[in-house]
């Protein structure tokens, strides 16, 4: 993207620097934003669980924001290829088997360790697309981190809860993937709109079979809304307002702290403490995943705008 400035004189480029930098702190505050609400948003999902299960409130959660975002895009339905449909069905059961998985993982284990486990996906993407000597280093301390935050055998931990983060976190590596590509093949958040309403629909059955008539009950109705606002539409929005003016290696890095966000908001929300030992585990994962991203952004001379 090419801002109106670059069009000007040298000396008219010189002249905006300083507003620039200062202006930079608000497409951060934009990301801190966002991943505040998805975080403060899963420890509300938490509460709501009791009443209506893990499936229950992912399937209430993709609903809303799906109708949300089906109202606020108004997406096209004609005009696309066989392909193009193919994409956002992908990117939509995606979506939703990583939300689904998720919220099976927190309904057995704290939210700080299971974002943790979570965005090990992520990070191993950032490592395989690398393919730099240097990046072995991150996914040790990533190892590492993961060996300390199970007690030397996630003994501490229930082990089916690790699997579904992990499985979590293996659709997250695929959402980037798909996402990318529904980003280029549908206008503005269009293809997010339609997929959310395929996770939608992919999670609905589920979601029944487990609640039943507990979905219609309006005070857990009004409070799946409002996860679905704090943990997809607000964070969504406010990331891609973030994207237009923040390079997306600093997004990226950002990203990598999610796991201390949600080790927060289980702190202050669900009353969740953590061990030392899940601390630092937490701690070399976040580093972990700077570092990988910061060695996949350094293989280029300058990052591109848009990734």
């Known amino acids: 993207m090419t801002s109106p400035s670059t069009t000007t004189s040298p000396s008219a480029v010189h002249t905006p620097t300083a507003p620039h930098r200062r202006g930079s702190l608000g497409p951060v505050g934009l990301v801190l934003s966002g991943g505040v609400s998805v975080q403060f948003g899963a420890a509300l999902a938490v509460n709501l669980m009791p009443r209506a299960g893990a499936l229950g409130v992912v399937t209430l959660r993709l609903l809303a924001a799906a109708v949300v975002l089906l109202l606020i895009c108004r997406p096209r339905l004609r005009g696309h290829s066989r392909t193009d449909w193919g994409t956002v069905i992908v990117f939509g059961i995606t979506l939703g088997t990583m939300n689904g998985l998720f919220y099976q993982a ?37 190892l590492t981190g993961v ?61 029944i079979a487990e609640s039943g008539a507990r979905l219609l009950d309006p005070v857990t109705i009004a409070l799946g809304s409002a996860v ?3 943990s997809s539409v607000l964070p969504y929005t406010l990331e891609l307002l973030a994207l237009r003016r923040l390079p997306a290696s600093t997004f990226a890095i950002m990203m990598s702290l999610e796991p201390a966000l949600a080790a927060t908001a289980g702190f202050l929300i669900l009353g969740q403490s953590l061990s030392p030992w899940q601390a630092a585990a937490i701690a070399l994962v976040i580093g972990a995943s700077m570092g990988a991203v910061r060695t996949q952004v350094g293989r280029g001379k300058a990052p591109a705008p848009e990734a």
Request: charged letters at 10%.
């Open 106 to 142: 927190v309904d057995r284990i704290p939210l700080g360790p299971a974002v943790t486990l979570e965005v090990l996906g992520p990070l191993a993407l950032s490592v395989l697309a690398s393919r730099r000597a240097v990046n072995v280093v991150w996914a040790g301390l990533a």
């Open 228 to 230: 679905a606002i704090m």
């Open 147 to 207: 060996f300390l935050l199970g007690g030397g055998g996630f003994d501490g931990l229930d082990p089916l809860g690790v699997a579904f983060a992990l499985g979590a976190g293996a659709m997250w590596a695929a959402y980037i993937v798909f996402s990318a590509r529904t980003g280029r093949r549908f206008p503005q958040a269009d293809g997010l709109a339609l997929a959310m309403a395929v996770g939608a629909l992919l999670m609905l059955p589920l979601g």
